[in-house]
């Protein structure tokens, strides 16, 4: 096995003159500016560029080592990748931090101004695009020989904006300037059909597609801890095959001249803002074929020119499918070895099998991807004949009558499944439910095919970046080792019952709140007082998890406050974040009326210093990196059986948050770690979940047992936060009323009760800290790199190069 240190020459690092140095030769060569008439920008791009070089080195000496030893790659295809920013992250996996930071320093610029000048790379909606962001982060630190594949989006997911409450949407724009990190490859490329014909050829049929578009490959380079390896994120753009059509111009049809460039190119023009399936959109089937086409290709392509034999595929690579969304990997791949290789289809289906995985992140019906047949048949027409013998051949092999094709749709759920040798959940309440519910039968017919593989966050990002204070005590107190062993953490146990640690401890807390609060006026201009507890609740808007519960818990602590003013009431800043998919009524409406509420109970002087709503526009991975740090509770409060595990829930526990949250997803594995007496558990269980729904008339019930509650959402209804308008928000509390699917009323009061405790707890200032410290100690285990690690051994069969 590899060591690292020969990979590459570690003595090269550079000094922090060596370095100024690199940086002006790009902003003058790169970014053709003299120092005086250089912007932000400009610095930005001569530092990125400086780090970038950096990288060369371990990313050339990896991919040599990769080949040299035959090893085995793994391939991770995500429609999603949500990155962030890059230059702290380059950095810190470089260890140059330092001495980049002096550096511009040296040069007369203010460090962190030019990082935060970096637009987020926000090329995912949430927890999926992230996690695959993390997993790249800790395929690198492994030194896993990988490559992730997506779509190089021109837009990203929009950015939010608040016009009277309401949010507004407009489009991303990362690309219009430069992308500092990436490398154009355009010698790169694949042509992928789309639509068109088949010709019957014996056994098999000749696929003679209608419309063909090019995917071009940009590289970003992946350097993992202490710059010991670097793999490759390959982003697929598509471009049209002819770029222009000269004849329609010379006839003077300046628009149909350029029409197959704007058609090609909007296949990878914008990021679907949706957190569920949008059904049946054709142009997401094709962005699904487009990137997942392109990377079965390119992977092909590198066997053959290592040699290898289709046969030995399995033992070559292991292929990851973040979701249903890449599933037509399967059948393309099926596809090629069949159609242009020669394979027996039996045989090809079986090789395919061994290299595939399929991770199913989600239970909600409405985010099972299905495909209604003609559109399927309409844009990949051999494929559907491939689907067909696919689920022949599940048929015979099992004896499962489970349906791939069913009910005039193509269940992507069932093709992923059927197509992989191991399918994974995301925690062990989620991989569980996967087994019990959507893939009961298939579990059957399939022993010992599901698994799980609790997700984590990558500890560089997570803690050492966004929480420079809290890093440096760990260092202090145990070392510098944690951030590539996270286990190590738990030497910080001990020093819970000591107290000079919880002074210092809470003071990192209180200057990270302090970071915020200066940074909501500057940027925002609201006021919030840092002593008071941070709250927070920041992720996707969504029903099920229960910002709307959070919401009415807020009024009814409102309507407490007033109520006996002169009690000993402990002050609260809740922060909210989060974006709702455009069109996602219900969600837009929550949003609307958490501002609403806030500019009601903001402006009240009868709880002034004691409770304040902020919602500041526009989260992003940016914005979670600030907050995170700065937060005391953790709102994690989803209907039990819901979320599939969260990974916000993870950060906060690390940087010492506490949590109030249900028995959800990863919340059960928290706890369990963290400690029940050092976690706010409060709400039904999943299996209560399931009963409490069967009980007719349930939330009218629940309404009527609670006085606090029936208040407020009568003065939701009477137009207190409204202007006195009954009909804005009638129908969200009649939903309460009349359905609730989500439980929110039956957990009203528990939650209520809880957040009651929290008060208590908060009071104890000492105690508090102590329960925070023993967050942070116990979460080692959520580092991203054992659940890569668990990847590898359970599902990969891959081996780390740097490790031994
Ligand atoms: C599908 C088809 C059409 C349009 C959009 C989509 C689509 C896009 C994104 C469907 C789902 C997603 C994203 C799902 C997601 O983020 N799930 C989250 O995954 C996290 C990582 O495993 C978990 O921690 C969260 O619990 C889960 O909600």
């Known amino acids: 096995m590899q060591r690292p240190e020969t990979l590459t020459d570690n003595c090269n690092t550079p000094t922090p003159e060596q370095f100024a140095r690199a940086i002006l030769t790009h902003l003058r060569t790169s970014q053709g500016k003299d120092p005086d008439h250089a912007s932000t920008y400009d610095w930005r791009m001569a530092l990125s ?17 990769t080949y040299e030893a035959k090893a085995k790659r793994v391939y991770y295809l995500s429609m999603e990748f949500l990155i962030g920013r890059l230059i702290e992250d380059v950095a810190t996996n470089l260890r140059l931090e330092d001495i980049a930071a002096d550096a511009m320093k040296s040069l007369g610029l203010d460090y962190a101004r030019i990082v935060s000048d970096e637009p987020d790379a926000a090329l995912g909606n949430g927890g999926l695009g992230r996690l695959a962001a993390c997993f790249m982060d800790s395929l690198a630190t492994l030194g896993i020989p990988a490559y992730g594949y997506g779509i190089r989006y021109e837009h990203g997911l929009f950015e939010q904006h608040f016009k009277d409450g309401e949010q507004i949407e407009t489009a991303e724009t990362w690309l219009s300037q430069r992308y500092a990190w990436e490398f154009e490859r355009p010698e790169v490329r694949y042509d992928i059909g789309f639509g068109g014909t088949l010709r019957k050829k014996g056994r098999t049929s000749v696929w003679i597609p209608a419309e063909t578009v090019v995917a071009s ?71 699904e074929y487009f990137f997942t086409a392109a990377s079965i290709r390119d992977i092909l392509r590198r066997l053959d020119s290592e ?84 689920e022949a051949a599940h048929f015979k092999a099992s004896g499962s009558s489970v349906r791939i094709l069913e ?60 929480n420079p204070g809290l890093r440096n005590l760990i260092s202090e107190t145990i070392g510098k080792d944690w951030p590539a062993d996270l286990d190590q953490l738990e030497k910080l146990v001990p020093y819970a019952d000591d107290q000079g640690f919880r002074d210092t401890f809470r003071n990192v807390k209180a ?78 409406q929550i949003i609307h009326l958490i501002n609403d509420v806030a500019a009601v109970i903001n402006s009240d002087p009868r709880v002034k210093g004691l409770l304040k709503i902020v919602y500041p526009e526009n989260y992003n991975v940016s914005m979670a990196e600030l907050l995170i740090p700065a937060t005391e509770l953790s709102e994690q409060i989803s209907t039990a059986g819901k979320e599939a595990s969260g990974t916000g829930n993870m950060k906060f526990a690390l940087n010492g948050a506490l949590t109030i949250g249900t028995l959800d997803g990863a919340n059960v594995e928290i706890r369990e770690r963290v400690g029940a007496e050092n976690f706010f558990l409060f709400g039904l269980t999943a299996a209560e979940v399931v009963a409490r729904r069967k009980q007719p008339g349930y ?42 699917y989500f439980l929110v009323t039956c957990d009203f009061d528990d939650y209520f009760a809880t957040q009651r405790r929290v008060d208590a707890a908060y009071a104890d200032q000492d105690n508090w800290t102590r329960m925070a410290v023993l967050n942070t100690a116990r979460v080692g285990w959520f580092s991203s790199d054992r659940t890569i690690a668990d990847y590898a051994k359970d599902i990969w069969n891959a081996h780390s190069l740097t490790r031994g």
């Open 49 to 65: 560029l400086a780090l970038r070089d950096e990288v060369i080195e371990p990313w050339f000496a990896s991919t040599r080592a």
């Open 217 to 287: 490959a940009y590289d970003t380079p992946v350097v993992g801890w202490n710059g010991a390896w670097a793999n490759t994120l390959r982003l697929w753009a598509a471009k049209p095959v002819k770029i222009f059509d000269l004849d329609s111009f010379n006839r003077g049809e300046y628009l149909a001249a350029s029409e197959p460039e704007a058609l090609a190119r909007t296949i990878s023009r914008v990021l679907y803002p949706d957190d569920t399936t949008e059904a049946g959109k054709e142009l997401r089937l094709k962005q």
């Open 307 to 390: 040699g290898g034999s289709v046969a030995d595929l399995p033992n070559r690579v292991a292929i990851q499918l973040n979701d249903t969304h890449p599933a037509i990997a399967g059948p393309e791949l099926v596809r090629l070895l069949v159609d242009e290789r020669g394979v027996e289809m039996a045989e090809a289906i079986k090789i395919a099998r061994g290299c595939l995985g399929y991770t199913n992140h989600t239970l909600l019906p409405e985010a099972l991807e299905r495909w209604p047949e003609p559109i399927f048949a309409k844009v990949l027409p051999r494929h559907l004949e491939i689907i067909r013998e696919i």
């Open 407 to 466: 009910g005039g749709d193509v269940k992507m759920g069932e093709l992923s499944f059927v197509m992989a040798h191991k399918v994974n959940g995301v925690s062990a309440l989620h991989s569980d439910l996967v087994k019990e519910t959507v893939f009961e039968d298939l579990n059957r017919a399939y022993p010992g095919r599901i698994i799980n593989e609790t997700n984590g966050i990558t500890p560089r990002r997570w803690l050492h970046n966004c």
């Open 511 to 588: 200057q990270n709140k302090i970071r915020v609060t200066n940074w909501l006026k500057a940027g925002h201009d609201i006021s919030v007082d840092p002593e008071a507890m941070f709250d927070v609740q920041i992720k996707r808007l969504h029903e099920y998890k229960r910002q709307f519960m959070n919401l009415l818990e807020t009024v009814a602590l409102w309507n407490d406050i007033r109520e006996n003013p002169n009690a000993n009431w402990v002050p609260r800043v809740k922060i909210f974040g989060g974006k709702a998919a455009p069109g996602y009524v219900v969600a837009k």
């Open 699 to 740: 939330s009218a019930a629940a309404i009527a047992a609670s006085p606090k509650l029936a208040r407020v959402l009568e003065q939701i209804e009477a137009g207190v936060f409204s202007s006195g308008d009954r009909d804005l928000y009638r129908g969200l509390v009649q939903d309460m009323r009349q359905k609730d």
